[in-house]
């Protein structure tokens, strides 16, 4: 799911020490429904022409930002999907998450890490490579980097990141998990609550707190690194949710974890300053599903209404369907064309929290009314579990609540529309 690509990457990020977003990991779940776009490829003209002139919007061989290369990683990404994961999607829907065998399949085929340098035990390929696999559906140490980036790459370990708890969401500083210092040792307490992966993960990266007496909540704030067979860490049930299902969701729970001082991961007082210089990419990764998952409903619907018929002829004959069409393709064009631009932005380091702001609300939001639409344009057929369009109506809810909802993060645009007058 897409989660386990957002909450897996900052491990090996922190670990390596690049400045690339959380892209490396395979997007699972939801993606059931991306995975769709892999049925059929776009042909090679030598042209790159933009998405909207494409015959179809999932159609390979468009967008500047891509070339001949890169399409035909695009290929063989989208073969494994549909070979691989497809035809196992529903099951792991049902049960509540993946076998633990597709991510060393993965890690084979050289999809994970993607963006993480060789030297660190990753690809060394572009955010632009990474993005193709989400689209598809410089803390650490050297000891730690070895420990686990290889094995994470190879998808032998899988990774976590537990940041939300009962009382803290979107608000980091409110969080209460408290990591005291005895000795050269750490003595962890605390609850984290829907940790993507947290069922899965071998091990896992902790925010919690290391001063309460800091000057404010954001100084002091550390990240430690936990194995899963850490005595006194425990995962609690598998939570059962409205979509997503092949992404495994679990509480986790410290009661006196004994943590080495070579567990900090970067230095004491400063994982609140990481965590948000990740909250840009973060939140341009949500825009890059939100894009993709859009453009196959579209395709999805747009198969449908050519074929199924009413009052003696297909649906596609239907002004008010042709308009609707219309509309959603124009908006879905109007928003890739603003995610690409943020990924080239992003390529060159000229991303700023605004505009990934924007990315996320914008497409997120977009990426609900789309799936709305659709499954309406599906009329009973919709309502269906089995369909992809129901199930991916599902899962694109939870597209504006994570990552920062949509209402904080508008909160945010505003101070820096403000920020000038209020300087006056």
């Not at 490829?41 to 494409?54: C, E, I, L, V």
């Not at 159609?59 to 994961?85: A, C, H, N, W, Y």
Request: proline share 3%; charged share 25%.
């Amino acid at each position: 799911m897409f989660s386990i690509a957002k909450q897996s990457f900052l491990f090996g990020r922190k670990l390596a020490g690049i400045s690339v977003p959380r892209v490396c990991f395979l997007h699972y779940g939801a993606s059931s429904n991306v995975v769709a776009n892999a049925v059929k490829f776009g042909s090679h003209d030598g042209q790159r022409r933009p998405t909207a002139k494409m015959p179809k919007l999932t159609d390979i061989g468009s967008r500047t930002l891509f070339g001949p290369e890169q399409d035909s990683f695009r290929e063989t990404v989208r073969k494994f999907f549909q070979k691989e994961i497809t035809p196992h999607s529903q099951a792991w829907n049902e049960r509540g998450y993946t076998d633990k065998e597709i991510w060393e399949k993965a890690g084979s085929c050289g999809l994970l890490g993607i963006n993480i340098p060789e030297e660190h035990g990753g690809i060394g390929g572009s955010f632009a490579d990474a993005c193709i696999i989400m689209e598809e559906h410089k803390y650490g140490s050297e000891e730690q980097k070895q420990k686990y980036i290889p094995d994470m790459t190879a998808g032998k370990k899988i990774s976590a990141i537990a940041m939300t708890e009962p009382d803290a969401g979107s608000d980091l500083q409110g969080i209460k998990s408290f990591a005291r210092k005895d000795g050269s040792d750490y003595i962890l307490n605390g609850s984290k609550i829907f940790i993507s992966t947290g069922w899965l993960a071998d091990v896992v990266v902790v925010v919690a707190v290391t001063n309460k007496e800091a000057k404010s909540a954001a100084h002091g704030i550390s990240l430690f690194i936990v194995d899963a067979d850490t005595p006194g860490f425990k995962k609690s049930w598998l939570m059962k949710k409205i979509g997503l299902g092949a992404s495994d969701t679990a509480g986790l729970f410290f009661e006196d974890v004994r943590l080495p001082a070579s567990a900090l991961l970067g230095e004491e007082n400063k994982g609140f300053y990481y965590l948000m210089n990740e909250l840009p990419q973060e939140r341009l990764l949500i825009g890059v599903h939100a894009c993709a998952q859009s453009e196959f409903m579209f395709e999805e619907t747009k198969q449908y209404v050519m074929q199924r018929k009413a009052y003696g002829k297909t649906l596609s004959n239907l002004q008010t369907i042709q308009h609707k069409l219309a509309e959603m393709k124009t908006e879905i064009c109007v928003a890739r064309a603003f995610i690409d631009q943020c990924i080239a932005l992003h390529e060159v380091q000229q991303l700023d929290a605004q505009m990934a702001c924007m990315a996320k609300i914008w497409v997120s939001e977009l990426e609900n009314k789309i799936a709305a639409q659709c499954l309406q344009l599906h009329g009973g057929a919709g309502y269906l579990y089995d369909t992809p369009i129901a199930r991916a109506y599902l899962d694109v809810r939870v597209q504006t609540i994570y990552g920062g909802s949509n209402e904080v993060l508008k909160d945010l645009i505003a101070r820096q529309i403000l920020a000038p007058a209020k300087k006056i």
